[in-house]
């Protein structure tokens, strides 16, 4: 579901002082909300219509730093302002923070002519479009993978993020008793964002010690990345007020397992799932056959949109869950791309190759590119892979760094039709800018391999 408050239920809980504070957010690169906080009074009032922000906001790095060398805004240009459009069917209660409401933006030019094209959300906008013109619509859901510790965020910092200490001590996937300890967190984490429209399944305990997992019920695509970003803002926030940090990033430590967020996508049309046919092998349709040819041919070009970062490939090692191999297979979690529910109407494909810091909006507009590309140029689906993914030697493989992710979106001609070059040049240059502060960076590693021995 969407937001669960409309425009007329936030006025009314307005007047009567229950409601004093909205939320209006955009969705920055890193796939992070951003906006303002209004006074209540006043966005039902006017800001309602529209806010601004600055044009930076969508040409920063994690560290908010403004990155020369982007077309879209710079020095030069004088960093103006974009128009900032609450979409009203996302405007929620956010039960953590009294008195609050959110509602998601999207991102116009100064005069709210047009969507600005390199806006996540406005990207996948576009791809929504169009599977809407096939008549289609996506059905997707992510896994959000976290490590949760008793550190809390200011501590975390103020030991230089060293030393810190995991909520459990010992691998905890699928244990109840050590979730139990976990529960001052997670039950407010499910609770809350229940409280907020958000489809909340349950949690569960990971393949690591502090590691957990977040499961929200399947959506549209836009729903589905709305959801993905409020759990992982709202996760944090309650964890914060309990004490606690939590870290979505893709690999926090390197003798930890890494956090990934599985994308599961599935096609629907008017007439049921797209992607079923019970008389084909395994229920998988020809249009979900040549959808997964598409994902499988254009692997290396997404693969920058579903690990963003220097650290994202870090989580890529054998025998630890994370793929490898650009390979599909059924129910097989060494795979690239994971057929589940095979032979059923939920038969769907699993992408395991997006990390927890994954840019939603990115990553499911990249499929959906991709996934039509095989549709439209009846791309023939591989041979299924069988058994351990990681050892099969000819197998494709995902490309390994940032960099060689970087140069294949750059000369992808796929996607640059799909989201324009203005688009793709913007986050090539996101990448290599990424890529280029990591070179200069001295590391941990560096110091403990070459103080006294180099």
């Given amino acids: 579901m969407p937001g669960n408050l409309t425009f007329d239920a936030l006025r009314a809980a307005v007047a009567s002082g229950e409601i004093d504070t909205v939320l209006a957010a955009q969705v920055d690169m890193q796939g992070r909300l ?16 529209e806010t601004h922000g600055c044009n930076y906001l969508l040409a920063t790095d994690l560290e908010m730093g403004t990155v020369d060398g982007y077309a879209s805004t710079s020095w030069s240009a004088g960093y103006g302002d974009y128009l900032i459009k609450p979409d009203l069917s996302t405007l929620r209660r956010i039960p953590w923070l009294d008195g609050t409401a959110l509602v998601i933006c999207d991102t116009y030019d100064h005069h709210g002519h047009h969507m600005i094209p390199h806006a996540p959300r406005s990207i996948l ?25 008793h550190d809390s965020y200011d501590a975390a910092h103020s030991a230089g ?11 905890e996937d699928y244990h109840i008793f050590q979730t139990t300890k976990e529960e001052g967190v997670m039950r407010a984490i499910r609770n809350g964002l229940y409280g907020a429209g958000v ?36 996760a944090k926030e309650i964890a914060w007020a309990k004490g606690q940090a939590m870290t979505f990033m893709a690999k926090w430590a390197d003798g930890a397992a890494g956090n990934s967020a599985h994308v599961h996508m599935s096609m629907a049309g008017e007439s049921g799932p797209v992607f ?22 254009h692997a290396p070009e997404l693969t920058c949109f579903f690990a963003p970062y220097v650290n994202s490939y870090k989580r ?19 795979a690239g791309y994971r057929i589940c529910g095979e032979g059923t109407k939920g038969v769907r494909i699993e992408c395991r190759v997006p990390g ?34 990681y050892g099969a030697e000819k197998a494709p493989e995902i490309p390994g760094n940032l960099r060689d992710a970087a140069d294949a979106l750059d000369a992808s ?14 986050y090539v240059h996101a990448a290599r800018h990424e890529a280029a502060e990591a070179d200069r960076a001295v590391t941990d590693w560096d110091l403990r391999r070459g103080f006294e021995r180099a």
Avoid: C
């Fill in 34 to 49: 951003m906006g303002k906080r209004f006074h209540a009074a006043f966005f039902v009032e006017s800001a309602w219509h």
């Fill in 199 to 234: 489809p909340i399944e349950g949690t569960k305990g990971e393949a690591d010690a502090g590691q957990g997992e977040i499961n929200f019920r399947y959506g549209a695509a836009l729903n589905t990345a709305d959801d993905h970003t409020i759990i992982k803002n709202g």
């Fill in 161 to 171: 993020y060293r030393g810190l200490k995991p909520i459990s001590a010992y691998n």
């Fill in 356 to 389: 927890g810091d994954v840019n939603p909006y990115l990553a499911q507009a990249a499929m959906i590119a991709a996934g039509l590309s095989g549709i439209d140029n009846d791309m023939v689906l591989p041979p299924e892979h069988h058994g351990d993914a």
């Fill in 276 to 297: 079923y046919d019970p008389d084909a092998a395994h229920g998988m349709s020809d249009v979900m056959r040549k959808f997964l040819a598409g994902l499988l041919h």
């Fill in 316 to 334: 890529f090692v054998a025998g630890t869950f994370a793929p490898t191999k650009i390979v599909w297979s059924r129910d097989n979690r060494t």
């Fill in 413 to 426: 001609a796929m996607l640059r039709a799909a989201f324009g070059d203005a688009v793709i040049d913007h």
């Fill in 125 to 149: 906008h576009g791809q929504v479009a169009r599977l809407a013109a096939k008549g289609w619509t996506a059905t997707t859901a992510t896994e959000l993978e976290y490590f949760l510790f």
